[in-house]
């Protein structure tokens, strides 16, 4: 089973436009996430995908692999396809590019569902942590999901879910980690599938995958990435360092 990460790597961002080619302790960010990824020693091979002639120079530059984007793209997992469909691969892991400072265990975990997996019924893994704090479960930036007995995922919501109508009957609630591993199908699967009303409402790209059949294993974790949004998050990286 050959098992690779994709670091998909955008130039432009909202909250902080040009965030991965800014300097991490003389470094870029994107070329350390590079460098963070193959330390991990998980995967077969590692790859930065973008739209960016910038960000595809310096990872090359650098001895790195790198793929052009030649389209424009909605959503990470479109971007990842693409990248991918040609190649020889069995088992894809996405990789944030904004989050240099790797944890080796979440990835691995998500890779041992499909090492698990003898009979092929898992499309995707990710990761799920339980929030308590009423503040972290009402809001709308962190994404919720609940899970079937064997912890295959139902829905995914930026609403409450579910909703608390009755109090004290032990749900938990469980905020999803957006760290993704693909069997190479479901990716090409979902590039070919139009955007469904649950998707376009919520705004979350895994509700494609649900619409459509595909069965997400869900892992719980404690693991909460570093990520770099802000110049804020910038400053405690260099601290971090």
Do not use: C, W
Not at 40 to 56: E, N, P, Y
Not at 184 to 198: G, N, R, T, V
Request: glycine share 4%; proline share 3%; no cysteine.
């Amino acid at each position: 089973m050959k098992i690779i990460a994709v670091i998909p790597a955008r130039y432009a961002s909202t909250r902080f436009p040009a965030k991965l080619m800014q300097d991490l302790g003389g470094k870029t960010v994107i070329l350390r996430t590079y460098e963070a990824a193959i330390q991990t020693a998980l995967f077969d091979d590692v790859f930065v995908v973008t739209d960016s002639d910038l960000i595809f120079d310096e990872i090359v530059s650098h001895g790195g692999k790198a793929i052009r984007s030649i389209k424009e793209h909605e959503s990470g997992s479109d971007r990842i396809a693409e990248a991918v469909e040609n190649l020889a691969v069995d088992i894809v892991v996405n990789v944030q590019g904004d989050e240099p400072f790797i944890d080796k265990e979440p990835l691995a975990k998500v890779i041992e569902v499909f090492k698990n997996d003898t009979d092929k019924k898992v499309d995707l893994a990710s990761l799920m942590r339980e929030i308590t704090n009423q503040e972290e479960i009402n809001n709308p930036n962190n994404v919720k999901v609940v899970t079937d007995q064997n912890n295959f995922a139902l829905y995914f919501s930026r609403s409450v879910i579910p909703f608390p109508r009755e109090k004290n009957v032990g749900v938990r609630y469980m905020q999803h980690i957006g760290i993704y591993a693909f069997r190479k199908q479901a990716l090409l699967d979902f590039y070919s599938l139009p955007m469904m009303a649950l998707e376009a409402s919520e705004k979350l790209e895994q509700l494609r995958y649900l619409e459509f059949g595909k069965r997400i294993k869900m892992v719980e974790t404690t693991h909460v990435g570093i990520g770099i949004d802000t110049l804020e998050d910038l400053e405690k990286a260099r601290k971090m360092l």
